[in-house]
């Protein structure tokens, strides 16, 4: 006869035969309880690695709400993505690290003023050190790349300001940084702009409590310019693609993993408005014997990600079903709003924002922040504008209409 | 790692290397979906119609080479693209085949990569190479030297250029293919990807390249040859213009890969005879010919008549006025106009055009897969001209900048870094712009493209006219932009005079790659700030009027002229 023990009351969840091993693996669902739940009208901001592009993507196609702060000019026809406009929130590129989440908020605040500011690449032309990809073929002059950045700045500050859920994925622990002052670049220097120099640069692998003390850091500073934030924590299932450290890249992949877990853990466990989402482990699990990867073992499949954002959308959605068309929202760092956040985003518009993010962060340099000039404020005509004026130039160039012009 | 075959078109420079570039180029795709070769662009993506060859592979567009580096991650993401889009072959091709920094970077940057990659080389006989680029570089060359003195000179061992290739590379590695008429049977670029492994029908495949070979890189084309050779007979005493000192004898020469006869039979042999066992080293070496006959082209009998400028002309009408093919879209229209306004009062041109309006349906389509319309086409074949002038596109600054978009945008010229920008504007960064640009001139490119592919006559793209600087002139004279002007303002005029430099720098450097000399405005028709002159302003808000077209012809008249020259 057997006495009464625990685990003879936990759920099957708790027990790995019954919901890993004997399930199919696309039923495989690691979410037990969640801290909040993502209405279609909270605005979403996205950042982190490349992982976190695939979650800006489903949430546009499903109907919810991805906020879009920064939007490209309508002079650039469809070619925005291409820019890194629309992939993530505002135009930052991949964020891999907690160190460069919690500089970019220090930076667009104007807290952090890095002395790598501008670099230039082998054609010449200028980049941009904390999101060096993020222009194709360079700005032309440091003037046009500070003047971007400046607008740039008031889109982030403006995405911190007004969304209502974050989601951060964790991408590295390794970083190249500056020796002056500790700024963490996405890229090592001399890989898409800059030169190493090894006395300025140096490799930098950070350890679980400085990716927990920099989430928490972040989360400080967020709290005070958005305190009803929602945030949503998840690890990129994506292994490095090279390690600078000297150990095997597949050790220091897990390594990397490792401490990246281990730090959203504790975050979540000691914020209540974080929560963590299991998508590395829905990725590379045992029950997925390795086919959420493609052939390089590397890039995620897209059934891999399906299988994510079901969860996703199981956990934390009110998923009634697939909302047909594109309900994000976009806010344009100018109050420029479309989508079901407007009213919301207007009342929160980046100039005002950015006076509340100073009063509140309260720090040097927030004010001066605060008092940059935001773009035009007219509302956007998108791209109709440029469709009509190319219908009209097109009557122009009719040779009746020539014939006339050109007879003075 | 494991990659495609690798196989680098080395030149020589002045044997048909623009032939065989033009017609990888414009088949990008086709190559690449078809028999799974890339030839890469670095424009915009790998199957980028342009440039033509890969220069910038290797050198920097400012000047400069690049380094190992770079070369490596070019060959790194051509090969990435290959493992995603099942290429099996990398074809690249520069006649830099002299260029002893470019032999020390190829080296060591596929050596790097552990990449073995194959040569292909065309070499031409020395006499004839030698009158073709003394033809080809002379204005560039020190002191002015004459074709003799240039020839008689000039180093001209291949086996020693070789012998540099192959302290590299190993020996095994090279094709060497004479580039002489009756070794290329069936055309050059038959023979070329017969070279590279193929069957010589690819190259029938790759339409209407063939017909440019082998001279496809000439800039003269054979009836301004000829014309100059008429204009010679004229004139008793030729040697004593320096004109004639450049022009070949025999029109019919120019279309072939042979001597141009610029130098004397004694010239010629004493050149041959100073490279003939370096050639015959060629021959038994890499060609594996036991006789040591590199080339097939009989020696010239020195007894043979030659003076400078003899020509077998016989052309009845050697006062015939320059044949101009005009082609392009609404502003061509100021010309056009012009032009039949003269012919119709019977006054007189010095050239005779004739005018392709693509906006007329009778033109669609304007390309074909790539490829000139049947009826563009069929104009173009008409008659051999003396020059084909584009005018195609150009308003695309007009439309993006006409009138202000909403979203108020300023940005950066190139042409003027450092011009104050609109108060208040939102500042978009110029490269996104230009892109936006590039984009949407695709078509218009591609007419060019497909021009420069369909003629070896010597080719100008004008540049379109600056916009009107005057907002009263524009708002007097608003259709069909009424509407859109009374809702909104006009765009400042430095702005949209930026738009305008913008798309003038893409179709510039376009004509580069392709080589056709991009005319700029008539400098008399542009106003003290760039705009256009207020005697060039039409009733209509987008063109220019008459005046500007006749400053145009006059333009294109010096243009056909200075070719002659």
Redesign the interface.
């Known amino acids: 006869m057997t006495s009464e023990h625990p685990y003879q009351s936990i759920p099957d969840t708790a027990y790995w035969r019954r919901s890993v091993a004997n399930l199919p693996h696309r039923r495989v669902d690691p979410v037990v309880r969640t801290k909040f739940r993502i209405s279609r009208t909270d605005g979403i901001m996205t950042l982190g690695s490349c992982f976190a592009q695939h979650i800006s993507r489903r949430l546009e196609r499903r109907g919810y709400n991805f906020l879009v702060t920064e939007t ?6 469809t ?1 925005g993505p ?2 890194g406009y629309g992939v993530f929130t505002a135009r930052y590129g991949n964020v891999y690290t907690a160190r460069q989440l919690v500089q970019l908020f220090d930076r667009a605040y104007g807290v952090f003023q890095p002395a790598d500011s501008v670099w230039t690449n ?4 200028f980049v941009d050190p904390f999101r060096p990809q993020i ?7 440091a ?2 790349l500070l ?2 950045r400046e ?1 740039h700045f008031a889109c982030v500050r403006q995405a911190f300001e007004t969304h209502q859920v974050l989601v951060f994925t964790l991408g590295l622990t390794e970083l190249w940084r500056s020796k002056l002052d500790g700024a963490a670049f996405p890229l090592c220097p001399g890989v898409a702009g800059g030169t190493f120099d090894s006395s300025k640069h140096e490799f930098h692998d950070l350890s679980a409590q400085e990716v927990a003390s920099d989430l928490a850091e972040f989360l400080k500073r967020l709290l005070q310019v958005n305190p009803n934030t929602r945030v949503l924590l998840t690890v990129s299932p994506v292994p490095l693609v090279a390690t600078a450290s000297s150990d095997h890249v597949l050790v220091a992949t897990v390594r990397s993993k490792s401490i990246l877990r281990v730090a959203a853990d504790v975050t979540a466990g000691s914020h209540d408005a974080v929560d963590y989402f299991p998508s590395y482990e829905i990725i590379t699990g045992q029950h997925a014997r390795g086919s959420y990867f493609e052939d390089d073992l590397r890039s995620v499949t897209e059934s891999g990600v399906s299988h994510v954002m079901q969860v996703f959308f199981r956990h934390y959605g009110n998923d009634d079903g697939a909302v047909p068309g594109n309900a994000a929202t976009t806010v344009d760092a ?1 109050n ?1 709003v479309e989508g079901p956040q407007r009213k919301v985003a207007v009342a929160n518009g980046a100039k005002r924002a950015g006076k509340k993010a100073a009063k509140k962060a309260g720090r040097k340099g927030a004010k001066k922040a605060a008092s940059r ?1 935001s ?2 404020a ?4 998108g791209d109709e ?2 469709a ?3 219908r ?2 097109a ?5 009746e ?8 | 790692m494991s990659h495609p075959r690798v196989t680098i078109h080395i030149g020589q420079p002045q044997t048909g290397t623009g032939a065989i570039q033009a017609a990888c180029a414009m088949n990008r795709a086709a190559l690449a979906d078809r028999w799974k070769i890339l030839y890469p662009s670095l424009v915009e993506h790998f199957l980028f119609p342009y440039p033509l060859h890969q220069e910038f592979f290797f050198q ?3 000047g400069g080479w ?2 190992s580096q ?1 070369v490596c991650d070019f060959f790194a993401k051509a090969f990435e693209f290959s493992a995603t889009h099942d290429i099996r072959h990398i074809v690249v091709s520069w006649e830099a085949f002299f260029e002893v920094p470019w032999m020390d970077l190829l080296a060591e940057s596929l050596s790097r990569m552990g990449v073995t990659s194959d040569f292909i080389v065309y070499l031409r006989q020395q006499d004839a190479w030698l009158e073709s680029a003394w033809k080809h570089w002379r204005r560039t060359m020190p002191g002015d030297p004459s074709v003799s003195e240039y020839a008689l000179n000039t180093d001209s061992d291949w086996y020693n250029v070789l012998s540099l290739w192959t302290e590299r590379f190993p020996k095994q590695n090279f094709r060497v293919r004479p580039y002489e008429k009756r070794q290329l049977q069936g055309g050059l670029l038959p023979d070329f990807f017969e070279s590279l492994g193929y069957d010589k029908s690819l190259a029938y495949e790759l339409a209407r390249s063939s017909e440019s070979e082998p001279t496809a890189g000439s800039r003269l084309a054979p009836d301004v040859v000829s014309m100059q050779a008429s204009l010679r007979e004229l004139n008793s005493r030729p040697h004593e213009i320096p004109l004639f000192d450049e022009l070949p004898g025999d029109p019919s020469e120019d279309r072939e890969p042979e001597s141009h006869r610029l130098l004397s039979p004694d010239d010629r042999i004493k050149i041959l005879q100073k490279n003939e066992l370096s050639n015959q080293r060629i021959a038994r070496e890499y060609l594996g010919r036991s006789d040591g006959r590199l080339f097939l082209e009989p020696w010239p009998d020195p007894e043979e008549p030659w003076h400078l400028g003899k020509t077998t002309s016989t052309r009845s009408d050697p006062l015939r006025k320059p044949r101009i093919f005009a082609i392009g ?2 502003h061509l ?2 010309m056009k ?2 032009y039949g306004d003269w012919r119709d009062s019977g006054e007189s041109c010095g050239a005779e055009f004739t005018f392709v ?1 693509l ?2 349906d009778k033109y669609k389509p304007e390309l074909v897969e790539g490829q000139l319309g049947p009826s563009v086409a069929e104009a173009l074949n008409a008659d051999s001209w003396d020059a084909v002038i584009s005018v195609a596109g150009g ?1 695309l600054y ?3 900048g ?2 202000e ?5 300023d ?2 010229s ?1 042409d003027a ?1 450092s011009a104050p ?1 609109a108060e ?13 640009m590039v ?2 001139s695709q078509e218009h490119l591609a007419l060019l493209t497909a021009l420069r592919a369909a003629t070896t006559a010597p080719m100008y793209h004008l540049e379109s006219p600056p916009p009107i600087p005057s907002e009263a002139h524009i708002r007097k004279y608003p ?3 009424r509407k ?1 002007l009374e809702v ?1 303002p006009v765009t400042p005029a430095f702005i949209r005079w930026k738009l305008w430099r913008l798309q003038s720098g893409i179709f510039q450097e376009f004509c580069d790659a392709l080589g056709i000399e991009f005319v700029p405005a008539p400098s008399d028709m542009v106003d003290e700030n760039g705009m256009l002159a207020e005697i060039a302003w ?6 220019a ?2 005046i500007y ?1 006749r400053r145009q012809i006059r333009q294109i008249e010096e243009c056909v002229l200075r070719a002659m020259q």
């Open positions: 490209a000019h309508p002079i650039l026809g070619l291409e820019m082998g054609e010449g032309k222009q194709p073929g360079g700005f032309l002059t003037e046009e003047a971007d607008r100018g420029r000039p773009p035009d007219e509302p956007n005509a504008h440029y009509e004026m190319k009209l130039t009557l122009a160039c009719d040779e209409a020539l014939d006339r012009g050109v007879k003075d | 920097r567009s400012g690049r380094s770079e879209h609404s229209a100021a106009r012009l309006q906006l007329q308003n007009n439309w993006l006409l009138t978009h909403p979203r108020r945008l940005f950066i190139p870094p920008l208040g504007a939102e500042i978009v960064p110029t490269s996104a712009i230009r892109r936006r984009a949407e259709d069909p932009f859109e909104r039409p009733p209509e808000p987008t063109h009027n008459q077209g």
